[in-house]
């Protein structure tokens, strides 16, 4: 069974800072990857997906990720964060088989990241 | 265009009972998942249906029940509660199952169990 990992369980950085959130994730195969994020108060939506393609994918609201197969690796940046930015990011994975996609989604356990102005 | 609505918000049961929760898709979508979230954990899958039928299942026990409606609407029951079933409980709708259809998320139900 594939796992996610990620690393940072709070982070606090202050407006204009560069953010980057690691995730790392276990499986033999091939997968597609995910990072949602849940702003407060709100329901959880994606940021961004790689399925296959270019390694670096860019998501909604200047945030980017990139896959680095070798490391099993997915992590999240953004070059200069916002307050606006604080929420709850998860990094996801499911594997890709053969035939169609397996739907159910395995996530970590979330980076709490907390924006001060 | 309303979103992903899930009923109720809040409920509290006692250790033994059953739970039904209850979940609308996304206007549009015709596949529903759940998952369920403990505190300071990612959400985990329980099921996926599509078409009436469970499509895919997590590593949760039979406790753990679903339903899809002709509307496309689900149900989530859960029997013989125990401590541990005490979560936040995402329903998640898509147009059509593959991975390449977006999760839209609701707000979901927390459930406490005493």
């Known amino acids: 069974a594939q796992s996610v990992s990620q690393h940072n369980h709070h982070v606090i950085l202050s407006e204009a800072a560069s953010l980057e959130l690691g995730c790392n994730y276990s499986?033999?195969?091939?997968?597609?990857l995910f990072w949602y994020v849940q702003y407060p108060g709100q329901h959880l939506q994606l940021l961004l997906k790689y399925f296959s393609g270019d390694p670096l994918v860019k998501g909604i609201k200047g945030f980017e990720a990139e896959f680095i197969k070798s490391k099993f690796s997915f992590n999240l940046r953004k070059p200069s964060v916002q307050w606006s930015d604080t929420a709850e990011y998860f990094c996801a994975v499911t594997p890709m088989y053969s035939g169609g996609g397996a739907d159910g989604l395995t996530f970590g356990k979330g980076t709490h990241l907390i924006i001060q102005p | 265009d309303a979103g992903v609505t899930q009923s109720p918000t809040h409920l509290i049961k006692t250790r033994g009972q059953q739970v039904t929760l209850r979940c609308s898709p996304k206007?549009?979508?015709?596949?529903v998942s759940w998952y369920q979230q403990a505190l300071g954990q990612g959400p985990q899958f329980i099921f996926q249906y599509y078409e009436e039928e469970e499509r895919q299942r997590g590593n949760f026990p039979d406790r753990f029940s679903g339903h899809q409606f002709p509307n496309y609407s689900s149900e989530l029951n859960v029997n013989a509660l125990l401590l541990g079933d005490s979560a936040l409980y995402l329903c998640?709708?898509?147009?059509?199952?593959?991975?390449?259809?977006?999760?839209?998320f609701g707000n979901g139900t927390r459930l406490t169990v005493t």
């Open positions: 206007s549009g979508h015709d596949t």
């Open positions: 998640a709708s898509s147009f059509r199952p593959g991975v390449d259809s977006p999760l839209h």
């Open positions: 499986y033999g195969g091939t997968v597609n």
